[in-house]
């Protein structure tokens, strides 16, 4: 089985948080008022959140793949490249931090081939999230 995606790994994660949501908001809206009672900052919280989800959002709809030539090859690159830092952290511990750096843009690169697949149920999750942490603030 393959690994997931970065974006593959995203649905999912929007779609479990939007779960929770949709089941614990009438739960934790009550106690969302009240906290906001003692500690102001939950508001700014819950604006933080909405606009790094708009953000998200944003980059997501940017991100137009479908009609980039020799995409599946470029994301086979990175897989290898992937592969042999991953064998080169061992070896050079002290370079972990330029590591990471450079797997997480190979990440990004490596599941472009199955954004497209994602894109609009990633988009649909964000708006109903937004829906939630909006409705919790009023």
Not at 4 to 30: G, H, M, R, W
Not at 66 to 89: C, D, R
Request: hydrophobic share 45%; proline share 4%; aromatic share 4%.
């Amino acid at each position: 089985m393959a690994a997931k995606s970065l974006y593959e790994e995203l649905k999912d994660a929007l779609q479990d948080f939007k779960n929770f949501l949709d089941t614990n908001v009438p739960t934790i809206k009550p106690a969302i008022q009240a906290l906001t009672q003692l500690i102001p900052q939950i508001t700014e919280l819950l604006d933080k959140l909405i606009d790094l989800m708009k953000k998200l959002k944003t980059e997501i709809q940017n991100l137009n793949v479908a009609g980039i030539p020799g995409l599946s090859e470029v994301s086979t690159f990175t897989e290898k490249i992937k592969a042999f830092l991953e064998a080169m952290k061992k070896l050079l511990p002290e370079e972990a931090g330029t590591i990471d750096d450079v797997l997480g843009v190979t990440d990004v690169v490596s599941g472009l081939p199955t954004l497209d697949q994602v894109k609009s149920e990633i988009l649909s999750l964000i708006d109903a999230i937004v829906g939630h942490l909006n409705s919790l603030k009023a």
